[in-house]
Each structure stands twice: as C-alpha cells, then as structure tokens.
C-alpha cells in the first residue's frame, strides 16, 4: 500500500489574485478556474465513497487499507479547504459557479446506492485527475507566467493526485466491483467531465467578458489541440483505463514524486497515514 503523508502548503490564497492570472491568459485562466470550480464538492464525495468503502469491507481485510484512505482522506480535505479559498476569490471577480451544482444533482442520484458505484466513480474521476496532473507537471506551458502562489497551488495539487492515484481504485477491486461497471462509469464520468469542464470555462469568459475576442480561442485552440495541446498528450493515458489489466500504479506517478522531494521547502508534513 502506498504511505500519503498529508502536507501543509505553504501559500496565501486570501489575497487577491489578477483575474488574468495564467500569464495574462483569459483562456487559460478560464480553464483553470472551472476545474477548481469542481473541487470542494468533488473530493468531498471522493472522501465519502473510499470512507465508506473502508467501512464496508470485511474487518479482517480493512488492516492493510487504513493508513492508505487515512492518508488519502487527509489530502483531499486540504485540496477541498485551498480549493474554497481559491474560488472564494473566484467569486469575488463575479464568476458563477455552475459546474457544482450540476455535480451535486447527478451525484445525489448515488445516495443509497452499491458504494461500489460510489468508488467507481471515484476511481474514474481519479484518473482524470491524475493524467491532467501527468500533463500539469510535464511541461511549463499550461502555467507559463502564472502568478507563483497559483502555479505552486496546482503543482502541488497535481503531484498529490498522482500520488493517491490507486486509492479507491483498489478499493474498488477489493470489494469485488466488476469490470462492466468499471469501464461503463468510466465512460459516463469522461463524458460528464468534459462538457462540464468546457461549460464551465465558457461561462467564465462569458462572465469574464473575453469570450468575444479572436486571440482567446487561438489560446483555447492551442491549449486544448495545439502541438502538445491537452487532448492529444491525454487520449492515450485516457485509453489506458479501458484496458482489462489497467492499474493506475503502473501508468506514471513519477513526476509528482519527483516535484514534492524538490520543493519540500514548501510545505510542512502534518502528518503521516500510520
């Protein structure tokens, strides 16, 4: 199992931030700003489903898992607590966060239901997270001339998500959830991901009053499709999980190793899932 130490990064999100704080980018500050729209609630319901996937487990085989989700637990709830903070400023600028209410309405459809459906979805929105973090940390493009507090928030959020990329997946397999589920939720939740990450971005220009302007979509063009952009660098690792020996384990985490052992100067360990 893998040891999740929970850190404690050291950044100031209460003071303001520009509204073009992707190097002057709309676009990529739109982009941005819509994927922590979706945080706060999201890992909250990720904390959920692998909590209750613990608990559902036979006792005699949680031993092996409890430092795991503990560890886990404990960066997702310093995730979602940054997160708030960062779109509390995002509500300051007069941006609407629509992405959380739609996420809260299909998800509520889940109440009462397999919490191995609850772990599936996880585990799928888990790779989602974990292939943006493999892209984040392999290339300064995405943050190019980004205010520095914001390119270390998403850095050091990138390479805890890489970390704790296995968590519910194996939850998942531990509580006998079946391929079939596994690759159909994955399917939905890409599907959902998507339209919800690029509504909400075009909402945020839309508010932001740059949607109109030529040079926003050249960026948005680049970004997502340009020489590489995020969908061609993202449709093989995407791929990746429809595969019948899929594990998150073997497909990257290095990189996000790698950034936490080089900038361990700025953060403070709270502690340690034993």
Known sequence: MTDLP?????????????????????????FFNALSMSFPFGEQFFIDSVRAGLQTLPEAQRAPFEAEVKGFIGQEATHRRLHSLYNAQLEQQGLKNHWEPRSRRRLARLDGKDVRLHLAVTAAAEHFTAIL????????????????????????????ESEHRSTAFELYRALGGNEEWRLRIFRVVSFNFVCDALRQTVNN???????????????????LFGRGGLVPQMYGPWRAYLQADFHPAEHGGQAGLDWLRDNADRFTLVGRAA
């Open 6 to 30: 929970v850190r404690r990064l050291l950044v100031d999100l209460e003071t303001p931030f520009a509204r073009h704080w992707n190097g002057g980018d709309p676009f990529r500050s739109a």
């Open 205 to 223: 220009l839309w508010h932001d009053g740059t949607w109109w302007r030529p040079s926003t979509w050249v960026s948005g063009w680049r970004v």
């Open 133 to 160: 973090a493999e892209y984040l940390l392999a290339r300064d493009e995405p943050l190019a001339g980004a205010d520095p507090r914001m390119a270390l928030l998403w850095r050091w959020h990138a390479s805890e």
